[in-house]
């Protein structure tokens, strides 16, 4: 089952923050949805941080700002900073098959393959504007 991870929704949460407001500390993120911990929103931010989509700033003023604008960033980049790649299925080795197994699993491996395509396009095609945009209708 492809299922989106706390983290990564967490993530979405402060990404979202940081885009509506240009600069979000994790303390004003707390305020706004206290059902977060500052703690684990500095775990969050570090992967953020790391993969190249927030820049932090220390001090007085300080915070995170996103990278690049929130339009160019995708629900892909956001999943695979936190959880790293896409994967449906995940591929194990087997040294010892029959030729019958060998084809099952190959077939099973390229149907598996187009979802797994279909679901990263439409990832890359649902970008953090696009929550921006939402959360300003729906609000």
């Not at 407001?21 to 206290?34: C, I």
């Not at 030729?99 to 990832?123: A, I, P, Q, Y």
Request: aromatic share 8%; charged share 25%; with cysteine.
């Amino acid at each position: 089952m492809l299922k989106i991870t706390e983290k990564t929704n967490f993530s979405v949460f402060l990404l979202l923050s940081i885009a509506e407001q240009g600069r979000a500390s994790l303390r004003d993120v707390t305020k706004r949805w206290p059902f977060m911990s500052q703690g684990y929103l500095e775990e969050i931010a570090r992967a953020l941080k790391k993969s190249g989509l927030i820049i932090g700033q220390k001090g007085k003023g300080g915070g995170y700002r996103l990278a690049q604008p929130a339009k160019k960033i995708t629900m892909l980049d956001i999943i695979s900073a936190l959880d790293g790649p896409l994967a449906i299925v995940e591929t194990s080795t087997h040294t010892k098959m029959r030729d019958t197994t060998f084809f099952g699993w190959c077939v099973s491996r390229r149907l598996w393959s187009k979802v797994e395509h279909n679901v990263d396009m439409t990832l890359r095609g649902i970008t953090l504007g696009d929550f921006v945009r939402e959360a300003k209708e729906f609000q």
